[in-house]
């Protein structure tokens, strides 16, 4: 069973940046598609990035609201999946989760805190 550990977020203002990272476990991780998933207090967890399983990262997706912003990579020889989040925003403040797309139930970590504020 693949297990998730998330770190990296913290205390930012608006418009600077933040890199997450989301290290999981087990030598299967290079079959998953991977993604970010972020629940904001009072909200619904919601997808934020997901990319393609493999070494490629040439296919990624993300939600409207960070397009342009966020960035999502993979190194599978570390089993590690990335987001670059920049020119953050209040609405960003949420907690950060990766899981495999679609997501494993009995895989998701403690996550991340991320909070945008000046």
């Known amino acids: 069973q693949v297990q998730f550990v998330e770190s990296g977020g913290g205390l930012v203002q608006p418009g600077g940046s933040l890199r997450l990272s989301c290290a999981a476990t087990?030598?299967?991780?290079?079959?998953?598609?991977m993604a970010w998933y972020r629940q904001a207090p009072g909200k619904q967890r919601e997808l934020v990035a997901v990319?393609?399983?493999?070494?490629?990262?040439?296919?990624?997706d993300y939600a409207d609201s960070v397009t342009g912003r966020f960035t999502i990579s993979r190194d599978n020889a570390k089993n590690t999946v990335y987001l670059q989040m920049n020119s953050l925003k209040p609405e960003d403040t949420a907690v950060y989760y990766c899981?495999?797309?679609?997501?494993?139930?009995?895989?998701w970590g403690q996550g991340t805190q991320v909070t945008v504020s000046s």
């Open positions: 087990g030598s299967i991780f290079s079959i998953y598609a």
């Open positions: 899981n495999s797309a679609p997501s494993r139930p009995s895989s």
């Open positions: 990319t393609s399983s493999g070494s490629s990262t040439t296919y990624a």
